[in-house]
């Protein structure tokens, strides 16, 4: 375990990912964490009052801060050369969203979704229990300080990848190659009992997927591309829900009465402690439009 690699997590003003508001580092050499970095962002929009109950963090906090932009210099210097992870897809997402709202660009090595490690190193517990990060450290007797903290949350990931490479026996390249293979190695792609054809090996497998409000596309249309991606397509919020797209035009109505009965219903659910992210339209497309299906 002697290559470097960086874990990055990002905390969003509102549902808008490229709204970030802290980014959170840490490095990792020779199998130690060697540095970490919490940086407050000014998202230069607005907050909702739903975000700030899940991170704490409120436009007092980042005014006078730097804006994305502005950091991005600083956030490659700490990338360097190295392979660079996230606890799922949408770290990586929010800042590839974040790079085209300023214009900017942020090229990496390699980066490396840990979602599909936990699936494969744990498979049996993932499978039973999910991934989920508070529940997985939870298990494997990682502290994770203060969750929806950018920078706690970046160094539970890391412990958990640690511990991956320790059971599994491979480096950070080794796991780069073991993520595009079956999660059982010889087998190929399981069909879901729906009537989609869900991606196992897709960079969103084991997400359950709800879509609300006015989209771009029919709702067919999109429940196609999300099985693609590995989603299991839902009809309606519950339990099994950890992922809520809702059309950009209802996005930006923020206000309580305004939003759909699935978007309340998701917040409720959220705030009695169940992992569900809320995302806009245009974030689910950029996943289609940018990122590779067989992505890590």
């Known amino acids: 375990m002697t290559e470097r690699f960086v874990v990055i997590d990002v905390e969003t003003a509102n549902p808008d990912m490229s709204s970030i508001c802290q980014v959170g580092l840490a490095v990792y050499e020779q199998g130690q964490r060697v540095a970490t970095h919490s940086m407050l962002i000014d998202p230069e929009d607005e907050f909702d009052d739903f975000n700030i109950a899940i991170h704490g963090i409120t436009p007092d906090q980042v005014r006078g801060q730097p804006n994305f932009t502005a950091l991005l210099p600083k956030i490659k210097r700490i990338f360097s050369d190295s392979v660079v992870a996230s606890y799922g897809h949408f770290d990586r997402a929010a800042v590839g969203q974040a790079c ?68 599994s026996g491979l480096g950070v390249s080794g796991w780069l190659k073991r993520v595009t293979a079956p999660v059982y190695p010889g087998q190929g792609y399981e069909r879901h009992v729906s009537t989609y054809e869900v991606n196992s090996e897709g960079a969103l497998h084991g997400e359950g997927i709800v879509f609300t409000g006015a989209l771009s596309m ?10 693609k991606l590995g989603c299991v397509p839902l009809a309606g919020v519950s339990k099994k829900t950890t992922m809520l797209v809702v059309g950009d035009q209802d996005l930006k109505r923020l206000i309580g009465s305004d939003k759909s009965s699935k978007h309340r219903k998701a917040e409720d659910l959220i705030s009695k402690g169940q992992a569900i992210r809320i995302l806009g339209e245009s974030d689910f497309v950029s996943m289609l439009d940018h990122l590779p299906l067989e992505s890590l």
């Open 218 to 227: 029919t709702r067919e249309q999109a429940r196609e591309a999300a099985a």
């Open 100 to 167: 085209r709202r300023y214009g900017q660009e942020l090229s990496t090595t390699a980066w490396l979704n840990l979602h599909p490690v936990v699936r494969r190193a744990w498979p049996e517990d993932a499978a039973a229990e999910g991934v989920a990060l508070a529940k997985t450290s939870r298990r494997l007797g990682v502290d994770l300080l203060k969750h929806h903290d950018a920078e706690k949350d970046a160094i539970a990931a890391g412990e958990i990848f640690l511990l991956a490479m320790e059971v």
